[in-house]
């Protein structure tokens, strides 16, 4: 007889909010982590670490720029870097603890080190091997690298994500490579901190797969706040010493190769599905040719019994998303209906302003024909938005022409992280715009420019 019904490989928010959801559902649940702590890298070194930085860095730059013009007279702050490290610590292992607890509460063991399968129904941790009805591999990603670039951690010249949030020191010249979403938190976090911060792209935009619109917005936005970039740039290669680096790239209409001189540089190109030491090849599992784990509709891999979930398959590498697959995984194991809509997963930038989106584009469903309405709203006219000195931005919602069925939405600005979620909701529901606009909305709130924006999709909205 199995001793469990499932084991799950990985302890991010994947594979813990699937071992609670499995255990929730009666299923004898075991995890497996390497690292010291659970919570995955979103919990250790990704989504909340940067989000404690961003936090504390905001609050510097309100003090630095807006204090005194809403009447705050003090001294400006100095930035204590080790007590703000420190503060980001504990808001991690506040987090981390909270997960142990939650494998406490729910009864699920927690099988400390790396797993590997030898075969379908057993994991092997350590020396021990452990007989299991079904596996769930959520064993996420890893930092990409790039060619001629090689990153040390340790000696902090030349780092990724995981090195960017634990400087020894703020870069007076920060290099970061890539205008993705981890690029520009941490690149924000460093230029508020002082450090002058210098975004290398190789695309003509920043955030890949948002509008143009907002990909504009957002960039200008970012440089009024001090941030440079350098678009079309293709990296060739990083010279590093102890404390110095040097960025050759090639501008890609030509010309000669460029150097930028740093203190760091952030490698900041993207993440990659990490299944390392898992013994995948030997058990015949199938993978994309992008190396992720490949799997059905049910989140099956080609062998019987074996489940993958999160960063390590296929789809946009966040947080919720893997939490999602991981309940959804459950209730397949449980014999019941696991879904997700893979249409419906917004996206958040974590910067001042947010920048959060759902559902397709406007550019893509004009690209492909779809006869659409976009109402959209600027945040110049929300008094909420304009009280706190933060109207630079704008709702944008994308409806079906003929249907008026809400289709996508993209938010800069104050809080879009959380109001994208009304949109969700619509969205799931098979809202149209008009839904939106009939529904009050509390004065003053942010949200009120979403229920404008839905208004510009019909008559028109009231405050522009
Ligand atoms: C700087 C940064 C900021 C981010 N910010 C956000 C954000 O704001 N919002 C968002 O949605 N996403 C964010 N992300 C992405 C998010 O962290 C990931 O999408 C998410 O963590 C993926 O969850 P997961 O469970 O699939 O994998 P992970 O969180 O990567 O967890 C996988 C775990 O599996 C363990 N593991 C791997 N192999 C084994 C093995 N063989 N045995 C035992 N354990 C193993 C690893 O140690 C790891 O702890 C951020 C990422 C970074 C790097």
């Avoid at 989504?47 to 930085?53: E, G, N």
């Avoid at 730059?61 to 080790?82: C, I, Q, S, Y």
């Avoid at 690149?187 to 190789?202: C, D, H, I, K, P």
């Avoid at 398959?313 to 939490?323: D, F, S, V």
Wanted: proline letters at 3%.
């Amino acid at each position: 007889m199995s001793q469990y019904d499932v084991i799950i490989i990985g302890a991010g928010p994947g594979g813990y909010v699937s071992a609670v959801r499995c255990a929730q559902l009666g299923l004898k649940t075991a995890i497996v982590e390497g690292r010291e702590t659970l919570g995955g890298t979103c919990l250790n070194v990704g989504c909340i670490p940067s989000k404690a930085l961003l936090h504390a860095t905001h609050m510097l730059h309100e003090a630095e720029h807006n204090f005194a013009g809403m009447g705050l007279k003090a001294k400006a702050p100095t930035v204590d870097w080790a007590q703000m490290k420190s503060y980001k610590d504990d808001v991690v292992s506040q987090n981390t603890g909270g997960v142990e607890f939650l494998m406490k509460k729910n009864k699920i063991d927690w099988l400390k080190g790396w797993a590997t399968i030898p075969a379908a129904g057993k994991v092997t941790v350590g020396d021990t091997t452990y007989d299991t009805k079904n596996i769930v591999i959520a064993s996420g990603s890893v930092p990409s690298t790039l060619p001629g670039v090689e990153v040390d951690n340790d000696k902090g010249v030349v780092v990724d994500s995981t090195g960017a949030l634990v400087l020894g020191k703020v870069p007076k010249k920060m290099v970061v490579i890539g205008a993705g979403v981890i690029g520009l938190e941490l690149g924000s976090v460093y230029q508020r901190l002082g450090a002058e911060v210098t975004v290398v792209e190789y695309m003509d935009a920043v955030c890949p797969g948002m509008d143009k619109d907002v990909q504009r917005t957002f960039k200008r936005i970012l440089e009024k706040q001090g941030l440079k970039f350098i678009m079309g740039a293709a990296v060739q290669g990083v010279d590093a010493t102890k404390t110095k680096a040097k960025v050759k790239y090639q501008p890609k209409k030509g010309g000669d190769e460029e150097v930028l001189d740093a203190d760091v540089v952030l490698v900041a190109t993207g993440r990659k599905p990490y299944a390392e030491g898992l013994g995948l090849d030997a058990l015949g599992v199938k993978m994309t040719e992008r190396g992720q784990i490949a799997v059905d509709g049910h989140w099956a891999t080609s062998v019987k019994g074996i489940y993958a979930i999160g960063d390590v398959i296929e789809g946009p590498m966040l947080a919720h998303k893997a939490e999602d697959e991981g309940m959804a995984v459950a209730d397949v194991l449980a014999g019941n209906h696991g879904h997700v809509n893979y249409g419906v997963i917004p996206g958040v930038v974590y910067t001042t302003p947010e920048v959060a989106t759902v559902g397709q584009t406007e550019d893509a469903l004009k690209a492909a024909g779809h006869k659409i309405k976009v109402g959209k709203f600027s945040f110049m006219g929300n008094a909420r938005a304009k009280a706190i000195g933060q109207a630079d931005g704008f709702v944008k919602i994308i409806a079906d022409k003929e249907t008026d069925r809400v289709l996508g939405a993209a938010i800069i600005g104050p809080a879009a992280g959380d109001m994208i979620h009304e949109i969700c909701v619509a969205m799931e529901f098979g809202a149209s715009a008009q839904d939106i606009a009939l529904t009050c909305h509390a004065h003053p709130t942010y949200s009120e420019a979403v229920r404008e924006a839905a208004l510009a999709c019909g008559d028109g909205p009231i405050h522009a």
